[in-house]
């Protein structure tokens, strides 16, 4: 039985209020639609089956490197955690798992965590390791690296950590292994560039081998940061070279923030479905690094163009091809939950307007040299408002109209804040 925390007459209420305008906001996009050849109710069926993954770690507030400053009701451990993942999903619709990052996810008994979950109608998406941080007790520091560690024991310890993750995830009914690596250099000369890629690659075929027939490992780059000169794994060529090198079920997976400013994320990802090799992605946003903004908040029209990539792929029958989807952002200033639900609509709403890119004609003026119009073809799916489709699909699915309106009136982070024992401020990125 699914638990719920925002009251369903609530939900059903706020929707009953606006669907009369939603209807007639519909049929009119649907007169639209049917000019350009699209039948918008089959539109709907195929956005309807979209879900993008909520990490676990987003429904803390964040911080910077600065400080942090927490929010009202913030959860205490990950029982809190799903709670929240529980009512982003109840409004709406499209996030119906979690990834959870260990060891802040640890638990006892995952058997109990799995029906958690369960009882708020969610599942969980790949396992995140951290080997970039220390934890209490453990004997031997990440602070010179992990995976690449020079010193054989600091690696043995981090491989370890990994094939805990493993064995928890296959616990608690996950896929995939995600690893990210803080590993790198802060000075020329500190570290032999290949001898440390190779022991990046050493240490990743003992995780590989522990995977299960039907796990994927996923390699996510990242420009720098914590390493300001040089990182391991700093972008997708060295993120493609490992997942060659490691086989078949390694694959690159695209964090949005983790290139350089204005690099081209879209052509990444038509290079890395040739290769085969697309893992999928952590959708946010950025404007000068590894920013942590809400999805599209900053440059909709990147994510568009990435999505753009993807429905093209699909579309194709690119081989080997089926990207995860997950949000990875971390909210500073808004209350965690409203981000992620206004983010995976977001998400959600670049798909739907990618679905919208008349394919036939693009390739004629690709093919015809028509710049022009083969650039216009791709902003009159942009420029499509899909609102109306977004709405009637979270309606019929039992999901709010507007999510954000109905998690206000439904009082829920007053009554969390009030069993929820507020947290002192803290410094440093969480
Ligand atoms: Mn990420």
Not at 153 to 164: I, K, M, S, Y
Not at 393 to 415: K, L, M
């Amino acid at each position: 039985m699914t638990t719920t925390k925002i009251a369903p007459e609530l939900i059903a209420d706020h929707a009953h209020s606006v669907s009369a305008r939603v209807d007639s906001d519909y049929k009119h996009l649907g007169e639209q639609l049917a000019r350009r050849n699209v039948n918008i109710d089959t539109l709907k069926a195929e956005v309807a089956k979209f879900a993008v993954a909520v990490p676990s770690w987003g429904v803390g507030t964040g911080g910077t490197r600065f400080a942090r400053f927490p929010g009202k009701g913030e959860p205490r451990n990950v029982f809190d955690k799903l709670q929240d993942c529980g009512v982003i999903q109840q409004l709406v619709r499209c996030t119906p798992t979690v990834s959870p990052h260990f060891p802040w996810d640890k638990v006892s008994d995952y058997k109990e965590l799995r029906q958690h979950a369960e009882s708020f109608g969610l599942g969980f998406d790949a396992v995140n390791s951290n080997t970039f941080s220390d934890q209490k007790d453990q004997p031997l520091s990440y602070k010179f690296g992990s995976l690449t560690h020079a010193d054989a024991g600091v690696r043995a310890q981090a491989v370890a950590h990994n094939l805990e993750c493993i064995e928890i995830g296959k616990q608690i009914g996950s896929k995939a292994l995600t690893v990210w690596i803080g590993d790198g250099s802060n000075f020329p000369g500190q570290s032999h560039f290949r001898r440390q890629f190779e022991r990046y690659l050493d240490s990743n075929r003992q995780i590989y081998a522990a995977l299960p027939a039907d796990w994927n490992m996923f390699l996510e780059h990242k420009m720098f940061e914590p390493a300001f000169y040089a990182t391991v794994i700093q972008d997708w060529g060295s993120s493609l070279l490992a997942a060659q090198s490691l086989g078949e079920k390694a694959r690159c997976l695209v964090d949005l923030g983790h290139h350089a400013p204005n690099t081209n994320i879209e052509m990444i990802v038509a290079r890395l479905v040739h290769a085969q090799k697309l893992a999928g992605f952590h959708f946010n946003d950025s404007k000068y690094g590894d920013d942590d903004l809400d999805s599209g908040s900053i440059n909709p029209f990147q994510l568009f163009l990435v999505f753009n990539e993807l429905v093209d792929a699909a579309q194709s029958k690119a081989p080997n091809f089926n990207p995860a989807y997950m949000l990875d952002q971390s909210h500073n200033v808004t209350d965690p939950i409203e981000s992620l639900m206004t983010s995976a609509v977001t998400v959600q709403r670049c798909y739907a307007q990618a679905l919208l890119v008349d394919r036939t004609a693009l390739t004629g003026y690709q093919d015809s040299n028509d710049v022009l119009m083969a650039a216009q073809t791709l902003k009159t799916a942009f420029h499509t408002d899909v609102t109306p489709l977004l709405q009637k699909i979270r309606i019929e699915a039992g999901g709010a109209a507007d999510p954000v309106a109905t998690y206000r009136a439904s009082g829920y982070r007053a009554g969390v804040a009030a069993v929820r024992p507020a947290a002192g401020p803290s410094s440093g990125i969480v």
